[in-house]
């Protein structure tokens, strides 16, 4: 924020911007507006709450006739040849170079996204498209889509690429596809159980589905190559098998758990008390060296933790 009242300075827009520092879901403005401009996307739009932010804002921020920018995202994919990004990931897992057998890791590395930058020669099959955003309509932000890959040219297959392409205005916009100029985003790998060799005509068949689920997305992608073969190689996998979640934490997200503070969470609680309006962090770091001398040696350690604390919940 602050280096954007400098931009605002330095080109003469300081006295006709103001600045509002908050998420826009919990923002009221004293009268809508013509224009929102937003990019709040990861390597893909499917990330976080940004769809939902967008929506809201379209909805109660937007004047109407307005124009939102972008205005629509639509997401590709294809079969990506990455032995190099492959050999990466799975290398030091399959060669540990001991006797250590840590083959058992690889599951967990193979049920996860990743994001990269591919050549656009490493494509293996047709793009297809697997979801329109259209961000002036009701963009949902959960998608499912079932995909029919052709192999273009021979080649070894170690998963799929995902990308977007946007249209900030009609006619205008840009593409984070493989080979495109390097931008912020870059693709999406979503990586096989093991590598497969495809010839010309090999037919990829791809169920994807992407669900938010608190505050970060679920990715699931079964894959049948040759579907239509009895031995043909087939994978089911999804970033919540890669998540490597105990019984424990998962018991603690259960509607019915009732759960109790921690020692960690007690400490806080009592920071978090101690922001009165009236007491200054070195005031309260050096009360909390007298309450918890087992947790803070120092006074400096405990004012470290009064300050992340009054960076999140303090005015």
């Known amino acids: 924020m602050h280096f954007a009242r400098e931009l605002a300075a330095a080109n003469g827009f300081a006295d006709r911007t103001e600045f509002i520092q908050r998420d826009s879901r919990k923002t009221e ?105 259209d961000y002036s309509a009701d963009a949902k932000p959960c998608v499912a889509a079932e995909l029919t890959f052709p192999a273009m040219r021979p080649g070894t297959a170690h998963g799929l690429c995902l990308w977007f392409e946007t249209e900030l205005l009609p006619g205008i916009g840009y593409s984070s596809e493989p080979g495109s100029p390097d931008t912020v985003y870059g693709q999406v790998f979503l990586p096989w159980l093991q590598p497969v060799r495809v010839e010309t005509g090999t037919e990829i068949f791809v169920r994807l589905q992407a669900n938010l689920v608190g505050e970060e997305y679920i990715w699931r992608w079964e894959t049948k190559v040759n579907k239509d073969s009895n031995d043909a190689p087939c994978f089911q996998q999804s970033t919540f098998l890669g998540a490597n979640f105990t019984s424990h934490a998962l018991r ?11 020692e960690e969470g007690q400490l806080d609680r009592w920071f978090l008390q101690s922001i009165d309006g009236k007491t200054s962090l070195q005031q309260m770091a050096q009360a909390a060296v007298r309450q918890f001398p087992g947790n803070f040696p120092r006074w400096e350690d405990a004012l470290s933790r009064a300050a992340e604390l009054a960076r999140r919940f303090s005015r």
């Open 252 to 262: 603690r997200r259960a509607a019915d758990f009732v759960p109790t503070l921690s």
């Open 29 to 133: 403005l004293p009268e809508r507006v013509n224009v929102i401009v937003s990019d709040i996307r990861g390597s893909l739009p499917y990330f976080g709450h940004a769809i939902a932010s967008m929506d809201d804002a379209r909805r109660r921020l937007l004047a109407p006739g307005g124009r939102l920018i972008p205005l629509r995202d639509t997401l590709r994919a294809a079969v990506i040849e990455a032995s190099d990004f492959y050999a990466k990931l799975v290398s030091p897992w399959e060669k540990s170079g001991s006797e250590l057998n840590l083959l058992s890791a690889l599951p967990h590395l193979l049920n996860a996204s990743y994001s990269s930058r591919f050549a656009g020669h490493q494509v293996l099959t047709e793009p297809q498209t697997w979801s329109v955003l």
